[in-house]
């Protein structure tokens, strides 16, 4: 049921709304270094949150995978794995803030507040703690695998992220 009312609610996302327009709006108002490892953490908050608040994905056709480290979009990553672990200082050219909401952004900039002074660790290790994650990963050396599917994300967050303000 809860997988029917989610595919019903997915087509009526923003499809303008991609990826890499969060991403740019992330880099461009969090004060604090973002390495490519806290960018991922903190783009799976802002999709847990829009998905619990909104009830359907800030974005379409990104898988989130569990990976060593905690959730990750794949395509993110590989668009920043040049920097390794070093803080991510320009924006994506794939991006466009002009495509976020209102409402999209107040949800980033909640996250931002939340999450932005934390390092990409720190957020790791949380991430770790959480059922979409634990659920998800097997330990085992193909990642792609072990996707985060957004009815295990809004299970788990339906309490936890709407008590962020």
Request: charged share 25%; aromatic share 10%.
């Amino acid at each position: 049921m809860l997988t029917k009312t989610l595919n019903s609610r997915i087509k009526k996302t923003n499809p303008k709304i991609s990826i890499f327009d969060v991403t740019n709006y992330i880099i461009q108002n969090t004060p604090h270094p973002i390495t490519n490892m806290k960018l991922q953490k903190m783009v799976y908050y802002v999709y847990a949150k829009h998905l619990v608040e909104k009830q359907n994905p800030i974005f379409t056709n990104e898988k989130i995978e569990a990976w060593l480290h905690g959730a990750v979009f794949p395509q993110l990553y590989n668009e920043f794995k040049h920097n390794t672990w070093q803080p991510i200082t320009k924006t994506t050219p794939k991006g466009n803030t002009e495509n976020l909401t209102k409402e999209s952004r107040k949800i980033i900039d909640t996250i931002i507040q939340k999450y932005g002074d934390k390092t990409g660790d720190e957020l790791s290790t949380l991430n770790h703690q959480e059922k979409p994650w634990q659920i998800s990963w097997d330990n085992n050396d193909d990642w792609s695998k072990n996707v985060i599917s957004d009815e295990t994300i809004l299970k788990y967050f339906k309490n936890k992220l709407q008590k962020i303000n």
